[in-house]
């Protein structure tokens, strides 16, 4: 648990394998992935090169729970 996977579902490889408490809603953005937390945030998260960019987002108002919908 509190861990944030993707995965390549032609090879099966692991691509991103990040720590993040209580990870539950995931939607896709340009270039990366939006992940709520049953502890209010929402983080992206990209895999470019090799490597993992992350970082907390900044939106307004209140808190997020463990649920997405479109809008």
């Given at each position: ?25 995931v939607g896709v953005v340009d270039d990366g992935f939006a992940v ?27 808190w997020w729970d463990n649920h997405l919908r479109l809008g």
């Amino acid at each position: 648990g509190n861990r944030f996977f993707v995965w390549d579902l032609d090879t099966a490889d692991t691509l991103v394998d990040a720590p993040m408490a209580d990870c539950a809603g995931v939607g896709v953005v340009d270039d990366g992935f939006a992940v709520t937390s049953g502890q209010g945030r929402c983080r992206y998260f990209a895999h470019r090169d090799g490597k993992l960019q992350s970082r907390w987002l900044d939106l307004p108002g209140g808190w997020w729970d463990n649920h997405l919908r479109l809008g």
